[in-house]
């Protein structure tokens, strides 16, 4: 337990005078994230230590450099969990990084995105200024969602220092079904399941089967799965744990192989494109790994009414932003990194 | 915003811009006809608008911005006018832009469980036009009959179902929206996320600041394969907050769990004669939904978490009709209370559950001294006050009154933890006590994001966010226990 | 709300009545939900709550002018909006008084008094309107399509049985019912009499509606006198109900009692003429009528006077539905067909979108007949119907036409 907020302010203050940019590093297992950045490392991970956390309340906080798995395993032990389930990506996850990033995990399209359990949010600004926003009840309306705008800004509008979540019960009993079908039969499986109340919690389409987890109570799941067929799987809790961190086979890379995600509308069928894929949050993304030109793959997404990134290997992001937007999302980071201080990427 | 000398003038010229624009049906400029125009749902407080437009297309609407922001007028955006913070106010000399004429469905694609609309589609509506297609759309405020789809992003909406199925944040998946200088933006879309910065999340609960909304895409969800209500009576309000946490800490998240008192339970029983035990001290709604057989064990285990913490009597809707009946009550407390007296004020607090039962009984106190009965009516679930205070506008002094209680309640709910809004949003009602909530650092910073959408400060200027000076005025007014808030300001 | 009442309001009956309305107002806006001049024209100014907010100006001294007479002329006074409000604002008695004051206030141009004037001229004694009505029934071969569909051809009355049980009702024939469709009534009273009912009927002419809801108060006052006066010897005779086929009227007709509360001469007869007056469907629902359904498609058009003034919704559609005919659902019930008594001739753009919709949503499931509850509806729906249009009484009584 340490809080090292007054210690990193003031790193923060002097790069701001001197115009300096700051790497911010909590554990450092998302670094493949993104592109490389400049400037002088200022390491989170030492701010940490949990903060508050009443189970009956369903809330907790927690300083950013706190291991994620810290976090998880508090939690555990009383029940509950981050509804989300984020991927780790790596042992030394932190709470900050986890958010700065803003991946889910295969719960997402049943009950949110990291984004959706933020409830508050305490950050320095690329000014230096400690800030809170939002706070420990899920209902704020009082100022803009600034604590809501740090989740997948990979840091480059504020140094978060404490992170307030909400978190769920853990669900009383799960189980995974397995079924034998190509990728189109999958998406639009899903998307009749999708339309009933049934206890779906994840879905995952990959090398021609398609695997469901239910969640809920036993009565509820199991009503389900008889109503719904397929194979029960074993021993499925290692296969979303492994599809999450992405240690699955699937997410192997041979040299020059690319892994692109792709965000696109849930009922959109297969795309036409080189590589091998897995469909999952009920459609609603699309892993590639694929030798395919960076074009081609954002044209097929952009086509489809969604969007493409560049997850793992060597390559230039594209902007999908549209010029009005693009200038938007520049202003915003201005008014929060004035100096432009905050993860400043290689050029 | 300081007001204008030479107004008439550039009335003139704004009418004359604004005539070429649109058809003379979607200009008001007649006092006798702007006057209904001068308030939303919060009555105490009222302002003439300058012009009124109701335009017909997203055209026009982009139209009147670019005029206005040409001309230097401010606009305020409009919905149903239901919200409860004055969000809609207009200003004296700047433009009320009413979006209820775009009004149309877009579309419902059940294949991607989502629908397009235009902002000004009531909620309600948008679940019955699902309907048809087993969908429904979940934020459900209580004013859904009426309110907007634009306004439930303006003010990030919860309602009933936000305890399980979130706030209008958490089912809006894109906007189109016009800035005041009359770009439009596209964010997000049927995706499950958009690149970039997450600006939905910054556009829900802008309360009009960041751009005008012209068109919404939100997720829909299925409808539950069965939903049960269950109502359950107390002697005693704190045993009804105590059972709330129980059910909460057995695991269980019910769709919805909200609690009336018995003021409120007496005013709506009035309207909808659904049956609520006028003697209780406090009821408890609590909602299951999901597969039919979860539902009956969750009915089961909840009807024993309510007994053993203390009810008075348990009764699980026989029907669908007295599902709806037992909600309809309840949706439409705040304004059945016009049966007890002939103004309400409304307030919005949250607090962190485990305070209930004190702030409730704190409350009760307040009333007291203020001698103003206030009636109770909460989402249990997250601890989302409405506090409604019964008066007289037409007893002098009363309105003075019933502010300062509202004043002192809201104070109450930020020393136990809470926030000053949950879902009505800030608008001009608690604008004061966003000084108290934010230093000056943080108002700053809420400046300067919205002068990234807007640097004009043209859309609905004076709500939301206080200026700074607002602030130094306020703390010079209320000096407490020898130290002057925002220290920092410098005081004129 | 608050409210400041003009001081020349705050000593008149009519000021502190309306004012008493208004105070129950607490402008939460769930009216705008359900009226349709604001579903189709997104105005606040043609909602209800804004049409208060225009009267509570007017009432306050502000100045009012054709803006205030325009909105309030497009009210459909369809009550929806009582039905959906909390706070219990009797809206049609403050639109009643807000309308009056308006027409002492703003002039209409002459074309405008002139077609109100005729309208109440022609509507409010029946035989002027049977002559008429006659008369245009000669020409009716001549005019062009578009008026012929205005005129509606004859229909025979079929027989009125003889009184010969204890029992009375009395069955006020109305304005304009007679020579439209005369089977209603003398359904009812074969239905009746087949129970041990003997109906009376009693020529009456307007019920008052028309001129209350043209702004001409003391013209209806008189009206409702005279219907009285004709009423009364019947009630005295121990008639147990005063039977309006027409919900419309029946709503006008429980208001007798609260308009005619400070005239002396009338208030205890008007209270007990108000308590006496019922709906067809409040007599038939507990007698045990033939199964004449035989399951046949049909699609009920509940009068808004039925829902909101009588506040008798389902009742008529579950005595069909026992008698055995297939009630096929009808969307967006509650939206006016815009017939709305004299609305259909003084807003007939308003009025026609209103009766487009209207028929579509009876029509969706292609019913063979629509049936009703109220005269106004019936000859409205009529115009542009492509089945025939009925009273439900006469679903009962004889085989549909």
Redesign the interface.
Known sequence: MADCAIRLQEAVKAAYAAGAPLNIVGGGSKAFCGDARVGERLDVGVHRGIVSYEPSELVLTARAGTPLQEIEDLLASHGQMLGCEPPHFGAAATLGGTVACGFSGPRRPYVGSLRDFVLGARIINGKGEILSFGGQVMKNVAGFDVSRLMVGAQGTLGVLLEVSLKVLPLPAYELTLRYSCEELGAIFRCAEWAGKSLPVSATAWLDGALYVRLSGSQVAVKAAAQSMGGEILLQEEDFWLCLREQTHAFFHLESAQRLWRLSVPPGTPPLDLEGRTCVELGGGQRWLVSNATSDSIHDAALGAGGYATLFRGAGQERNRLSPGVAALQQRIKHALDPAGILNVREQ | MVLINNWPDLRQELLEGLHRLLPAASVISKREALRPYECDGLTAYRQLPGVVCLPYTVEQVQAVLRLCHQLNVPVVPRGAGTGLSGGALPHEQGVLLGLARLDRIIEIDSLNRCAVVQPGVRNLALSEAAKPYGFYYAPDPSSQIACTIGGNVAENSGGVHCLKYGLTVHNVIGLKILTMQGELLEIGGKTLDAPGYDLLAVLCGSEGLLGVVVEVAVRLLPLPERAQVVLAAFDDVALAGEAVGRILSAGIIPAGMEMMDNLAIRATEDFVHAGYPVEAAAILLVELDGENREVSEQIFQVRQLLLTAGATEVHTARDEAERLLFWKGRKAAFPAVGRLAPDYYCMDGTIPRRRLSEVLARIAELSREYDLPVANVFHAGDGNLHPLILYDANQPGELARTEALGGRILQLCIEVGGTITGEHGVGVEKIDQMCVQFHSAELAQFHALRAAFDPSGLLNPGKAVPTLHRCAEFGRMHVHAGQLPHPELERF | ????LAPEFQNSAEGREADAIL????????????CPTYNL?????DSP??RI??IK?LLEG????V??QR?LDRCLTCRACET?????VQFARLADIGRAEVEKRVPRPLPQRMTRYLLRWVITSTPRFSILLGAGRLLRPLLPQRLQRLVPIAKSAGAWPAPRHARRVLVPAGCVQPALEPGIDSALARLLDRHGISAVHIASGCCGAVSQHLAAPDEALQRMRANIDAWWPHVENGAEAIVETSSACGVMVREYGHLLRRDSDYAEKAARISALCRDPAELLAALPLAPLGKGRRIAFQAPCSLQNGLRLEGRVEGILHGVGFELLPVEEPAMCCGSAGTYSVLQPALSSALLTRKLGNLGKYTPELIATANIGCLAYLQRGSKVPVVHWLELLEAPPR
Do not use: I, K, N, W
């Open positions: 709300m608050q409210t400041r105070r129950s107002c607490v402008h939460c806006g769930f009216c705008t939900a359900v024209l997104g105005d606040e100014l709550r804004g907010y225009l100006g502000a100045e009012v002018g803006e205030t909105h959906a409000c909390p706070s219990g």
